[in-house]
């Protein structure tokens, strides 16, 4: 059976000193690279938050203020500090995660009104972003996933993965929450579970 490792945003911006800083993000990072050494993955695939300035999902682009909630094109958009901002140092990948064997790149939150927290597609679900037809092409089955954060874009991943036809399983310790919300990462967990995902310790 073949396997895809699947890295989530593992940006600067979602790291320690970024503008969305995950708390604890880097640790993430040595796990993940020891994941790829010790395992033979059929493909590594790494995606990208990658905004234009403006993006809707940025407090400043609606003059909210950062924690604010908004319908965004009938669905709630909970409003961000400006990150992942195409061809700045924040969205860059971590310096420290190894890409030696990434095999491909998905980039999202391309389109200015929309944002898209799943690596498959967009949060009103109008496009795709080629990461099923990437997979299905390349015939895994399984998908392993880990990167940040745990209760956005890497549950919205999972979650997608499993309705996607995946099997599909988190590396509980090769991600970290954002937390903005209490209990958020504890509850992102049951749901991921409740929709399939299984979680590895
Ligand atoms: C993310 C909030 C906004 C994530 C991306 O990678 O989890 N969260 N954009
Ligand atoms: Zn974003």
Redesign the pocket.
Known sequence: MKKALII??VQND?CEGGA?AVPGASEIIPYINLLMEENEYDQVVLTQ?WHPAGHK?FASSNGRKVGESIILNGVPQ?M?PD??IQGTFGAEFHKDLNRDKVTHIIQK?KNIEI?S?SGFQDNNHFMKTGLDDFLKYHDIQLVEIVG??LD???KFTAQDAVANGYITCLHFNGTRA?NVKPDNARDAIYEMIEKGVTVLG
């Open positions: 989530v945003d979602f969305l938050d999902s909970f961000w990150h992942c939150g944002d927290y940040l954060a956005y874009c890497v954002v």
